[in-house]
């Protein structure tokens, strides 16, 4: 059973950063692919940013420019820089985990949620 968990998450002010991170076994297939998702509440779950085995990222629109996803293999980690975060960014951020062997799904489960294995979620709340 693959294991995905988060870790950051909390309350910080307008304009401020936070940081997440996420570990997970998926690490132990060639082909992966890694996100982070969220759900603001009374809203359906989106995806945030995603990354595969090799590196590539895929970015939500409201995000681009101010959010970054990043991978550790050092560390069987991700992690997800929030800049600039603005009071709709409020949401649980759920990191996920999905099997790519071909490197090719990764981009289309930002849009279709296709992952494999989810975390738990943290909180994020952003304070105008």
């Known amino acids: 059973q693959v294991q995905v968990k988060e870790s950051g998450g909390g309350s910080v002010q307008a304009g401020e950063s936070l940081t997440l991170s996420c570990a997970s076994s998926?690490?132990?297939?060639?082909?992966?692919?890694m996100g982070w998702f969220r759900q603001a509440p009374g809203k359906e779950r989106e995806g945030v940013a995603v990354?595969?085995?090799?590196?590539?990222?895929t970015y939500a629109v409201a995000v681009k420019g101010r959010f970054t996803i990043s991978k550790d293999d050092s560390k069987n980690t991700v992690t997800l820089q929030m800049n600039s975060l603005k009071p709709e960014d409020t949401a649980t951020y759920y990191c996920?985990?999905?099997?790519?062997?071909?490197?090719?799904?990764?981009?289309?489960?930002?849009?279709?949620?296709?992952?494999?294995?989810w975390g738990k979620g943290t909180l994020v709340t952003v304070s105008s």
């Open positions: 996920a985990a999905g099997i790519d062997p071909f490197s090719t799904t990764c981009p289309d489960s930002l849009l279709t949620g296709g992952m494999d294995h």
């Open positions: 998926i690490y132990v297939y060639s082909g992966y692919c």
């Open positions: 990354i595969d085995s090799d590196g590539r990222t």
